[in-house]
T-cell receptor, first 114, second 110 residues
């Protein structure tokens, strides 16, 4: 079982809805990440949080808004998404943001935009 | 040129076979290297970190060649349960930005 927990597992929403994805880890990791993965493609980095501060934003549209309330939690707030945003959204964590720290993934939220 | 490139396969091998995958990376400043496996509709799971000296974990051996900028994964005595997509991942020189290759599909058949 993965030690990074994501909820919900599946989400269907309309383009005008507002929803949030949640990610939680209790491994004492201080870096957390959001990735987007389209079918038959590799994961692509969206955001990196290190010690609860946003350190990397890969030019993600503002309709995606990350939040890190504490060292164990990471949220991704969604608003006015487009059909092309349908994908698997993966959260990951690592002990720190050092380059040698492997990242461990949650099992993802499968998002469909109608 | 893509930052990280892999042969997409699929590699179709019989049980018990030895199979090897390569992955090339373009940025010579890349710092760290990993292999993940991903089953269909599941999350990537860390298989191995790859060190300069090479490392082995049971049937799996990973190698890094910095001069030629590639990493490899060798699987010995393939099992049906090894069937998956194998993703190589490379950390760029800043932060912990992990860039994945497109993945190599392995199918082990009885």
């Amino acid at each position: 079982d993965t030690e990074v927990t994501q909820t919900p597992k599946h989400l269907v929403m309309g383009m005008t809805n507002k929803k949030s994805l949640k990610c939680e880890q209790h491994m004492g990791h201080r870096a957390m990440y959001w990735y987007k993965q389209k079918a038959k493609k590799p994961p692509e980095l969206m955001f990196v949080y290190s010690y609860e501060k946003l350190s990397i934003n890969e030019s993600v549209p503002s309709r995606f808004s990350p939040e890190c309330p504490n060292s164990s939690l990471l949220n991704l707030h969604l608003h006015a998404l487009q059909p092309e945003d349908s994908a698997l959204y993966l959260c990951a964590s690592s002990l720190g943001q050092g380059v040698y720290q492997p990242q461990h993934f949650g099992d993802g939220t499968r998002l469909s935009i109608l | 040129r893509k930052e990280v490139e892999q042969d997409p396969g699929p590699f179709n091998v019989p049980e018990g076979a030895t199979v090897a995958f390569n992955c090339t990376y373009s940025n010579s400043a890349s710092q760290s290297f990993f292999w993940y496996r991903q089953d269909c509709r599941k999350e990537p799971k860390l298989l191995m970190s790859v060190y300069s000296s090479g490392n082995e974990d049971g049937r799996f051996t990973a190698q890094l060649n910095r001069a030629s900028q590639y990493i490899s994964l060798l699987i010995r005595d393939s099992k049906l349960s090894d069937s998956a997509t194998y993703l190589c991942a490379v950390t760029m020189e800043y932060g912990n930005k992990l860039v994945f290759g497109a993945g190599t599909i392995l199918r082990v058949k009885s």
